[in-house]
């Protein structure tokens, strides 16, 4: 375990990330969802965007103490109610985390041209590492009928992946309004 956490304290932003975040920059309100060592609220934050990092795990949050332009709250996300209830976010990325209950409360906290930056594991992963639970595994297209006829779907992979190492994911950015007035990366 302490061996899987030194990974993901090092570890650098996803390219997925990256890349459909590049037009959130300063002013921009961000909340990173089981974000761990802060590794995308760390990318957003030296954007000028205005970072709310939650986690459960207070020495991860920790991490983040003396990051600029980042807020951090401890909070159970699947043991307790949603900590965020009526706040609104230009952007939400969720990365290696999956709890379907969340779903919902995600897609109501997206503010009016705002997006949803999502990449998780999905089945297939099993031949390769953890997560193998399928409860912890979307299926093949489940994040497109999560975001269906509530948001327009700016870009859709899935499949088996090499870097950073080998998994099978499934990634999505969406956006809640009209697609053709959002800038692409």
């Not at 993901?8 to 990330?17: G, I, L, N, R």
């Not at 207070?58 to 900590?83: C, I, K, M, Y």
């Not at 009526?86 to 041209?113: K, Q, S, W």
């Amino acid at each position: 375990m302490a061996e899987e956490k030194a990974l993901h304290a090092t570890q650098a932003p996803s390219d997925w990330v990256h890349r459909w975040t590049s037009g959130i920059g300063p002013g921009s309100r961000v909340l990173d969802v089981a974000c761990g060592y802060g590794r995308h609220a760390r990318l957003l934050a030296a954007r000028g965007a205005r970072v709310l990092a939650v986690d459960r795990d207070a020495e991860a949050l920790a991490a983040l103490a003396d990051t600029a332009n980042v807020e951090t709250r401890r909070a159970d996300l699947e043991g307790g109610p949603w900590p965020l209830p009526g706040e609104a976010f230009d952007c939400i990325v969720v990365t290696n985390y999956l709890h379907r209950p969340l779903f919902p409360h995600l897609l109501a906290a997206i503010a009016p041209g705002g997006r949803l930056v999502y990449e998780t594991f999905m089945r297939g992963n099993e031949r390769f590492r953890r997560p193998s639970n399928p409860a912890f595994l979307l299926q093949p297209g489940e994040l497109l009928e999560v975001v269906h006829g509530r948001m327009a779907v700016l870009a859709f992979e899935q499949g088996e992946v090499v870097r950073p190492w080998p998994a099978v994911v499934q990634r999505i950015c969406a956006l809640r309004g009209d697609p053709t007035l959002s800038r692409l990366p």
